[in-house]
């Protein structure tokens, strides 16, 4: 039996942790390499858009100073049977549904792992109680949950995201 002769027109991209180990080797999906995103950490594809021009800085409870942009942006393409893990971001974040599929979005409190689930669904069917828009406050758990259909997001994080201020569980 013969091995199956790999597609050249499919391009692949590696997934990595925050700390730059690779996660996974994984076929770029269509949308993704129309936007040019790449893999998030958490789940999904990604690109930044935009990054404020204006600094801030930010104290820790330790006194530490963390220097941000005031604001970021990126789109977030959602591909079928994708999610992304449940995570934290020291700022808050406005999530703006895009096009094609709802995305749900899963909250689970600010305690030290995430607690039951509170679901918001982002769409264009308002009559369903599908919202364009969902806010999440800084340290508040959330994650997305899978779909059959592509899902296009965008992300406003305030103070601007740093990957020094995102965590796992």
Sequence with gaps: MALPIPDDSISFATRFTVQGEAIETLPVPQLAEAYGLLPHPEGGW???TWTSEV???LADADGTIRIRPTATLIVFLLPPGEFSAW???QSAETWIWNALAPIVLETGGSGPRPGPAERVV???DLAAG???QAHIPSGVWQ???PSDS???ASCVVSPGFDF???SLD
């Design 130 to 132: 599908q919202v364009l």
């Design 55 to 57: 600094m801030v800085e």
């Design 150 to 152: 592509n899902a296009l």
């Design 87 to 89: 995570h934290t971001v």
């Design 143 to 145: 994650r997305t949950v």
């Design 46 to 48: 990604y690109r930044r």
């Design 164 to 166: 020094a201020d995102f």
């Design 122 to 124: 982002l769409g264009a």
